[in-house]
């Protein structure tokens, strides 16, 4: 189903610091659902109640505008307590920081509405919309589970205001000149969405050059392709691409995220999508980079699930493209591969260049790829952004996969990129997270098998998996399989000739 849009604001909010113009960007908490993990500029959704915030200079806004304009206003003050708005400097310390806390009380949400403007009228504030000059709009790409229309603005920050960020959705904020702010999403160490990269490369000319290239990015010289608001190339670290594929994948997931990795050089992981409209997405996006300079020269396949390589003698024949993959992937391909890719062998692409890692468990030949310096992984279907890993035996096993994911945090991970789902920030912190996971759904089964007797895996799925829907169930039973399999093998099950499985 369609992912509705919800109207956003966005402020860039900007000043002249010591070495000249500065942006305040802020960190959002790995745990928030969209774009966690993030630098990002204070912002956030239109409520209902700021259609009806008072303003002054919004001769000919329209409403929606001028929704946007009431949301940016009050999410700036909200996330970094600055109070755009004349009179400003008149508010008590107090007062301002009790209309924050009640802004900010998320267990109360609808206790909050109207709450800013109730602030605003108490103290004898209005927002002129002409202090927030507009800087785009941004329509988040359809392959995303949350979806937002956003406008950005501009807006300088005013005399006597601080900016400070309270710690809860968001984890920090700081002044920082653009180009610094480049040069970390160049070194991989900050993660940007498209809207964010070009807001800072456009501030990095000075705000007079750049106001013309956010309200129009197509003037911009990096000229990021773009259609009816939305971007059509999404790059959250310098060389790495991520290219959606609407696939015949597993619920919940819809989409495979085929990795364009490099710069001048560029190989296609997991071009996934048998469908000749999502190829010829990938091929049109692959033809932009090639009329920049960056051209593919290999496929590469994680490991050989349709989902992942659908897709792949397709590009191959249209581009002239080999083939790589590990040696225990090939023997399961029906298409032949032309470079076997082996444990610790290098892919020297990009900025930083690629270190192969064998992580079998999802499957034997299962591969990933980590970024030298960033630690930037390229997961495959060994950690997903949405919904869980099946581990689907004979093909998948229980015991390798728990051994891949220690493999993969002793290697000190940074940003995961999943076949499935969003980015996933937190390298370490997921690892860790799935390690227990399994462990503990391990000792629901044990549990099961204790109190249920011998039984076959379908009849322990309920009492091991409570919290799956009973429309899942299948899947559900090849992981559970999993486990009887590696408990079979330590000595702590046992399998009788009808099947049935039981505490040994």
């Given at each position: 189903?369609?992912?509705?849009?919800?109207?956003?604001?966005?402020?860039?909010?900007h000043?002249?610091g010591?070495?000249?113009?500065?942006?305040?960007?802020?960190?959002?908490?790995?745990?928030?659902?969209?774009?966690?993990?993030?630098?990002?500029?204070?912002g956030?959704r239109?409520?209902?109640?700021?259609?009806?915030?008072p303003?002054?200079?919004k001769?000919?806004?329209?409403?929606?505008?001028?929704?946007?304009?009431?949301?940016?206003?009050?999410?700036?003050?909200?996330?970094t307590?600055?109070?755009?708005?004349?009179?400003?400097?008149?508010?008590?310390?107090?007062?301002?920081?009790?209309?924050?806390?009640?802004?900010?009380?998320?267990?109360?949400?609808?206790?909050?509405?109207?709450?800013?403007?109730?602030?605003?009228?108490?103290?004898?504030?209005r927002?002129?919309?002409?202090?927030?000059t507009?800087?785009?709009?941004?329509?988040?790409?359809?392959?995303m589970p949350i979806?937002?229309?956003?406008?950005?603005?501009?807006?300088?920050?005013?005399p006597?205001?601080?900016?400070?960020?309270?710690?809860g959705?968001?984890?920090?904020?700081?002044?920082?000149?653009?180009a610094e702010?480049?040069?970390?999403?160049?070194?991989?160490?900050?993660?940007?969405?498209?809207?964010?990269?070009h807001?800072?490369?456009?501030l990095?000319?000075?705000?007079?050059?750049?106001v013309?290239?956010l309200?129009?990015?197509s003037?911009?010289?990096?000229?990021?392709?773009?259609?009816?608001?939305?971007?059509?190339?999404?790059?959250?670290?310098?060389?790495?691409?991520?290219?959606?594929l609407?696939t015949?994948?597993?619920p919940?997931?819809?989409?495979?995220?085929?990795?364009?990795?490099?710069?001048?050089?560029?190989?296609?992981?997991?071009?996934?999508?048998?469908?000749?409209?999502?190829?010829a997405t990938?091929?049109?996006?692959?033809?932009?980079l090639v009329e920049?300079?960056?051209?593919?020269?290999?496929?590469?396949?994680?490991?050989h699930?349709?989902?992942?390589?659908?897709?792949?003698?397709?590009?191959?024949?249209?581009?002239?493209?080999?083939?790589?993959?590990?040696?225990?992937?090939?023997?399961?391909?029906?298409?032949?591969?032309?470079?076997?890719?082996?444990?610790g062998?290098?892919?020297?692409?990009?900025?930083?260049g690629?270190?192969?890692?064998?992580?079998?468990?999802?499957?034997?030949?299962?591969?990933?790829?980590?970024e030298?310096?960033?630690?930037?992984?390229?997961?495959?279907?060994?950690?997903?952004?949405?919904g869980?890993?099946?581990?689907?035996?004979?093909?998948g096993?229980?015991?390798?996969?728990?051994?891949?994911?220690?493999?993969?945090?002793?290697?000190k991970?940074?940003?995961?990129?999943?076949?499935?789902?969003?980015?996933?920030?937190?390298?370490?912190?997921?690892?860790?997270?799935?390690?227990?996971?399994?462990?503990e759904?391990?000792?629901?089964v044990?549990?099961?098998?204790?109190?249920t007797?011998?039984?076959t895996?379908?009849e322990?799925?309920?009492?091991?998996?409570?919290?799956?829907?009973?429309?899942?169930?299948?899947?559900?039973e090849?992981?559970?399989?999993?486990?009887?399999?590696?408990l079979?093998?330590?000595?702590?099950?046992?399998r009788?000739?009808?099947?049935?499985?039981?505490?040994?």
């Amino acid at each position: 189903m369609p992912v509705a849009l919800r109207p956003a604001a966005s402020v860039l909010l900007h000043r002249e610091g010591p070495q000249g113009s500065e942006i305040f960007w802020v960190r959002r908490g790995e745990q928030l659902r969209f774009a966690g993990g993030f630098y990002a500029f204070p912002g956030g959704r239109v409520d209902a109640a700021d259609a009806s915030l008072p303003l002054e200079g919004k001769e000919g806004l329209g409403a929606e505008e001028m929704a946007c304009i009431a949301a940016a206003a009050r999410e700036l003050f909200e996330e970094t307590g600055v109070l755009v708005a004349a009179g400003a400097d008149r508010v008590p310390a107090e007062a301002r920081m009790a209309a924050r806390e009640a802004l900010l009380r998320r267990e109360a949400p609808r206790a909050k509405e109207g709450a800013f403007a109730d602030f605003l009228a108490s103290h004898g504030l209005r927002i002129d919309a002409r202090s927030f000059t507009p800087a785009g709009r941004w329509i988040t790409p359809p392959a995303m589970p949350i979806r937002f229309d956003a406008r950005f603005y501009l807006a300088p920050l005013p005399p006597g205001e601080r900016a400070d960020v309270w710690p809860g959705e968001l984890v920090d904020g700081e002044w920082i000149r653009p180009a610094e702010a480049l040069r970390r999403w160049e070194a991989g160490t900050a993660l940007l969405h498209p809207p964010a990269w070009h807001s800072l490369s456009a501030l990095a000319l000075g705000v007079t050059k750049a106001v013309p290239l956010l309200q129009d990015p197509s003037r911009a010289p990096w000229k990021l392709p773009m259609h009816d608001w939305v971007v059509e190339r999404i790059e959250f670290q310098r060389g790495v691409i991520v290219v959606p594929l609407r696939t015949p994948t597993l619920p919940p997931a819809t989409y495979t995220n085929c990795l364009l990795l490099g710069d001048e050089e560029l190989w296609v992981v997991d071009p996934g999508s048998p469908y000749p409209e999502e190829q010829a997405t990938l091929e049109s996006a692959l033809s932009l980079l090639v009329e920049e300079g960056r051209k593919p020269v290999g496929i590469l396949l994680t490991h050989h699930h349709h989902d992942h390589v659908g897709g792949a003698v397709a590009l191959a024949r249209s581009r002239r493209l080999p083939i790589a993959a590990t040696g225990q992937t090939q023997e399961q391909l029906d298409f032949r591969v032309d470079r076997i890719v082996k444990d610790g062998e290098r892919i020297e692409t990009g900025p930083r260049g690629w270190s192969c890692v064998h992580l079998p468990g999802h499957t034997r030949g299962h591969l990933c790829l980590i970024e030298s310096g960033s630690g930037a992984v390229v997961a495959g279907d060994l950690i997903a952004g949405i919904g869980t890993v099946i581990v689907d035996p004979p093909e998948g096993d229980m015991a390798d996969y728990l051994a891949s994911l220690r493999r993969l945090a002793s290697l000190k991970p940074g940003t995961i990129y999943p076949a499935h789902g969003p980015v996933v920030p937190a390298g370490p912190e997921k690892i860790s997270g799935y390690i227990t996971h399994r462990l503990e759904r391990e000792e629901r089964v044990v549990a099961a098998l204790r109190s249920t007797g011998p039984a076959t895996p379908a009849e322990l799925v309920p009492p091991s998996y409570p919290d799956v829907k009973p429309e899942m169930y299948p899947f559900a039973e090849r992981s559970l399989l999993a486990h009887l399999e590696k408990l079979v093998r330590e000595g702590r099950a046992r399998r009788d000739r009808t099947g049935r499985y039981a505490l040994a």
